[in-house]
C-alpha cells in the first residue's frame, strides 16, 4: 500500500484514505481545532496508525462522546479552550452519574490520550488533563475459583454441538489463561495441537505464545467436529470459534454462554470469562510461586499487575493455615489466651 508520508507527522498515514489530517490548514492553528473533529482525527489515527482493536476504539469513542457532550453544553467547542477547572466539573459530573472510579479513570485516560495527540502538532497547546486526577480506586481483589469449582463447570460431556463449542471456551480461558479479546480474535491457524501451544494477540497489538493443557485439546478437538463452515471455507485463517451461522463469536455472545455455562451446572456465582483467566493465574502462581512467569503467560507488561495474585495465593494459604495448623486448630475451639 502506498503511503503518504511528506509533511505528513502520521509517517504510515495510508493514501487510501485521502489527504494526512495534518496537512490541513486548520491544524496549523490548532487553538481554532474544533474538538469534535480533533476527536475523530484521534479516533481514526487509533485506528489506521496504532492498529487499536474495535473493542479499544469504541471504548474511546464513547468516553469522548461523553466529554464532547459536555463541553458542548457548556459553550466549548474548541481543543484550547477546555481548561482543568472544566474538566473536573465533568469528573464531578460524572461521579454523580454514580461511574465506578475506574470508569472515570478511563474517561480521563481518553481525554488524556487525546491532547498528548494533539501535541504532536502544537507543542504550546495546554493540556487541560495536567494535575487533574480522577477519584482513587479501592484495590479489589479479582474474582476467582476454587480448582473444585473449576472442575464442577467443565467435567461435563459434550451432548450437542453448543454444548461442545461452549466446554471448548471455557477450557481454553482457564488452560491458557487468555482474556476475552484474545479468544474471540483466536483462528484455527493460531492453534497448534502437536506443540499444544495457541498464538494470541493481546494488548497493544502484542503476540504472545501460550501453552495450551491437554483437557483443552480436547476439548477442542471435540468441537471441530461439530464446527459449522457458513459462508466461508474451512481455512485456516478462520476463526476458532463460530456462532451456528458460523460467524465469528462476540466477547458479548462469549459472556453470555459462559453465564449460561455456569447456571447449567449449578454454579451460583455469576461467572465471567476473565474469571477463567484469574484462576488460571492464582491456580498456576499456588503450585509454581513463580511470579514471572505467571506475568508472562498472562501478556502483562508490567510485573505490578500481576502481583495482584500473590495476594489472592496469601488468602488461599490462609485458609489452608486456619484448617490445618494446631494452633489455629486450638485458637478457633478454645479462643485466644491472654
Not at 13 to 21: E, Y
Not at 81 to 104: H, V
Not at 287 to 299: I, K, P, T
Request: proline share 5%.
Amino acid at each position: 500500500m502506498a503511503l503518504r508520508t511528506e509533511h505528513c507527522f502520521w509517517s504510515t498515514w495510508p493514501a487510501s484514505l485521502g489527504v494526512c489530517p495534518s496537512i490541513s490548514p486548520r491544524i496549523n492553528t490548532l487553538s481554532a481545532t474544533r474538538l469534535d473533529q480533533a476527536i475523530e482525527d484521534f479516533l481514526q489515527y487509533i485506528e489506521v496508525v496504532r492498529g487499536y482493536s474495535p473493542h479499544t476504539i469504541a471504548n474511546y469513542r464513547r468516553d469522548l462522546s461523553k466529554l464532547l457532550h459536555f463541553c458542548e453544553s457548556h459553550e466549548i467547542h474548541n481543543v484550547s479552550t477546555l481548561n482543568p477547572s472544566l474538566l473536573r466539573q465533568w469528573i464531578a459530573a460524572l461521579s454523580k452519574q454514580k461511574l465506578a472510579a475506574i470508569s472515570i479513570q478511563r474517561h480521563l485516560s481518553s481525554t488524556r490520550s487525546l491532547y498528548k495527540f494533539l501535541a504532536r502538532t502544537d507543542s504550546q497547546l495546554d493540556d487541560p488533563t495536567a494535575g487533574v486526577k480522577a477519584p482513587r480506586t479501592p484495590r479489589a481483589l479479582p474474582k476467582s475459583l476454587e480448582p473444585d469449582q473449576v472442575s464442577q463447570l467443565l467435567n461435563h460431556p459434550s451432548e450437542t454441538a453448543l454444548m461442545a463449542r461452549d466446554l471448548a471456551v471455557a477450557e481454553l480461558l482457564y488452560s491458557a489463561g487468555l482474556r476475552l479479546s484474545e479468544l474471540v480474535g483466536a483462528n484455527l491457524n493460531d492453534l497448534d495441537k502437536n506443540d499444544k501451544v495457541i498464538t494470541v494477540v493481546g494488548k497493544g497489538q502484542k503476540t504472545r505464545i501460550v501453552p495450551v493443557g491437554r483437557p483443552a485439546i480436547v476439548a477442542i478437538t471435540e468441537w471441530m467436529k461439530y464446527r459449522p463452515i457458513g459462508n466461508e471455507a474451512l481455512g485456516y485463517d478462520s476463526p476458532l470459534f463460530v456462532t451456528q451461522q458460523g460467524t465469528r463469536m462476540s466477547p458479548r455472545a462469549v459472556q453470555d454462554r459462559i453465564r449460561r455455562l455456569a447456571i447449567k451446572h449449578g454454579m451460583t456465582q455469576r461467572l465471567h470469562p476473565h474469571v477463567l483467566r484469574h484462576a488460571f493465574a492464582s491456580h498456576l502462581l499456588e503450585s509454581s510461586g513463580d511470579l514471572r512467569a505467571v506475568q508472562e503467560l498472562l501478556g502483562h507488561a508490567n510485573i505490578a499487575t500481576t502481583q495482584i495474585y500473590t495476594h489472592l495465593d496469601f488468602q488461599h494459604l490462609a485458609k489452608v493455615y486456619d484448617a490445618a495448623h494446631p494452633r489455629a486448630q486450638k485458637r478457633k475451639k478454645g479462643g485466644s489466651s491472654a
